[in-house]
């Protein structure tokens, strides 16, 4: 009996070091994958745990959770309330955060993105002459800021057709300088010369922006893969 009972305290004993093992395993492991992926909060800007979802009438709002240890050592849990889920109000206080990482051209790309959302064309129209002015005037300032982005992407898509012809005349002339005897070389230099003339002929540097989309698409893939096979001269 006396035995029987010294082995149930042994099995017990060893049974707590191996759960506070675990324990201590999870502990180290999670507080790792915290610090790998430790996130700032829009509102306060403190980094926090984990964004908690609240469903209430079928409708979730979010809260950023800060875990803090308090003046007696103990840990405590403190929420920031980031607002309704799919709310834009969240997405582009969160914005930075959620696209952290992205460059600067993909950041616009979803802000636009964002405001084509914000558009409601079916909306009425307010008959009142002080909304109406307002309405008016928003949509007449949208018209003249949508015409700007217009042309400043037509001068950007310019400057990369730019850089392609640029580009492509330039590994011509290093390729001919380089490796008159390479063989391989030579064959990827008739190709880039028959390019460099299609591009020409086409006058792209001007047709670009009545070209279709397709179009400039084959032109861009037909780049990237000389690009591709010209890497092995470093070019
Ligand atoms: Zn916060």
């Known amino acids: 009996m006396m035995l029987n009972i010294r082995n149930m305290f042994l099995i017990a004993i060893v049974l707590l070091k191996n759960t506070f093992k675990l324990w201590l395993s999870i502990n180290l492991w999670t507080e790792k994958m915290s610090r790998e992926t430790q996130k700032i909060c829009p509102r306060c800007g403190e980094p926090y745990r984990w964004i908690y979802r609240e469903n209430i009438h079928g409708r979730s709002y979010l809260y950023a959770v800060h875990e803090y240890i308090d003046e007696n050592g103990r840990k405590r849990r403190r929420k920031c309330y980031l607002g309704p889920e799919g709310n834009y109000e969240y997405v582009s206080a969160t914005h930075d ?134 890497k092995i001269y470093n070019l």
């Open 97 to 230: 955060l959620e696209f952290y990482g992205l460059t600067k051209e993909d950041r616009y790309i979803r802000y636009l993105e964002e405001i084509i959302d914000l558009f409601d064309v079916d909306e009425p129209v307010p008959t009142d002459p002080e909304e109406f002015k307002k309405e008016f005037e928003n949509i007449m300032r949208t018209k003249s800021l949508v015409k700007k982005i217009s042309y400043k992407i037509d001068e950007r898509l310019r400057k990369i057709i730019e850089t392609i012809i640029s580009d492509i005349e330039a590994s011509i002339d290093l390729l001919k300088r380089d490796y008159p005897d390479n063989p391989q070389a030579q064959e990827i230099l008739k190709e880039l010369s028959k390019f460099d003339d299609e591009l020409e002929r086409s006058n792209l540097i001007k047709s670009f922006r009545i070209l279709k989309e397709d179009v400039l698409r084959t032109y861009i893939e037909r780049y990237l893969l000389l690009k591709n096979r010209l």
